[in-house]
């Protein structure tokens, strides 16, 4: 019997990939891998067509260097690509890519980059970034870690659900102490790290969202090694 194919489109690998955010598309292709799935991942550059659906969609971080070189492709598919995300296709979007899911982010220079406008969130840059570890905590993914760099400041839109509470960090903005957003299926956050490598239970949120099933009917995987560093970093 042949394997079911699972694909991942991987938006602008090589202009929007900070601090090794590739790495979250291997940690989704191996534990897919591992619970006996093909998997199909799709890069997709400036210039490329976007027509197929795919099961999960990942757009990583850049610097707005990056993110201005992939600006008018972006908008091009821009339709298609609020049309999937709102339609539940399972995303994970980080920094510069979970800016370019809103409305805009608005530049230290005062550019504004218009983005997808899935997300109901705006972003401006302000003087001082907001860099380090992060500590998060949400219902939904019980504690999550990472590490953030970035100058845009994000509000999240009034009914809007942020991706988890800031227990250390900074945050979409420094302020109110809420970190990236939950919509549907998708996830965009200021989580680098990368992200998936050590929250695996975010990993595998978005595969059972792929695949239509509950977290519970996953084959479960040990996590025994990220369990061990996950100790350590908490304890920080
Ligand atoms: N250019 C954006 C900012 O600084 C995104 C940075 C990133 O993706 N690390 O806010």
């Not at 799935?37 to 260097?65: C, N």
């Not at 530049?107 to 401006?124: H, K, M, N, P």
């Not at 905590?137 to 845009?152: C, K, L, P």
């Not at 990220?226 to 920080?236: E, G, L, N």
């Amino acid at each position: 019997m042949s394997r079911s194919k699972i694909s991942i489109l991987y938006l602008y690998p090589y202009e929007m990939n900070t601090y090794g955010d590739w790495g979250n598309v291997l940690v989704l292709q191996k534990r897919l891998e591992w619970r006996d799935y093909a998997v199909e991942v799709i890069e997709h550059r400036p210039g490329d067509k976007l027509t197929k659906r795919p099961d999960i969609i990942f757009f990583g971080g850049g610097q707005d260097s990056g993110q201005g070189l992939i600006l008018s492709d972006l908008n091009k598919h821009a339709r298609r690509l609020h049309d999937w995300i709102n339609d539940g296709v399972a995303t994970l979007a980080i920094c510069g890519g979970y800016q370019l899911l809103g409305h805009e982010f608005i530049t230290a220079t005062g550019e504004s980059l218009e983005g997808v406008g899935v997300f109901d969130i705006t972003t401006r840059a302000e003087s001082g970034r907001l860099i380090g570890n992060v500590v998060l905590t949400s219902d939904e993914f019980g504690t999550v870690v990472g590490f953030e760099n970035h100058s845009g400041r994000t509000y999240l839109q009034s009914g809007m659900k942020s991706f988890g509470g800031v227990e250390k960090g900074g945050g979409n903005n420094g302020e109110d102490k809420k970190e990236g957003i939950l919509y549907k299926s998708a996830i965009g956050t200021y989580l680098h790290g990368p992200l998936l490598p050590k929250n695996p239970q975010v990993a595998d949120w978005l595969i059972a969202r792929a695949l239509g099933v509950s977290n519970k009917e996953l084959v479960q995987l040990s996590d025994r090694f990220v369990d061990q560093a996950r100790a350590v970093i908490t304890a920080r």
